[in-house]
């Protein structure tokens, strides 16, 4: 067993700060809100070059709002939604 293909991302736009780092990693799978800098995801279930690169922003992220799983397994993040003040 090695590389899981396809991701499930999550995001928490409550606590985006908007650098969007995310779009300038991972501009298929993610974009900037035109209002208020947010985050956007356009592909919640990237895959291949996709996911690589939305692990990659993930680990990017200042802010460290993206989460993404594999199953039940989280492969970068820390889920998100856990109700710990950032
Ligand atoms: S990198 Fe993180 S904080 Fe910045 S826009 Fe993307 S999700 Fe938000």
Do not use: H, K, N, Y
């Not at 690589?52 to 989460?67: L, N, S, Y």
């Amino acid at each position: 067993m090695g590389t899981v293909d396809t991701v499930e991302i999550r995001v928490d736009r409550e606590r985006c700060v908007g650098a969007g780092m995310c779009a300038l990693t991972a501009p298929d799978v993610f974009d900037q809100d035109g209002e208020d800098g947010r985050v956007l995801v356009l592909d919640a279930r990237p895959a291949g070059g996709r996911s690589a690169a939305a692990r990659q922003a993930a680990g990017f992220c200042p802010a460290g709002v993206i989460t993404l799983l594999a199953g039940d397994a989280v492969l970068a993040g820390d889920a998100g939604d856990d109700g710990t003040p950032g």
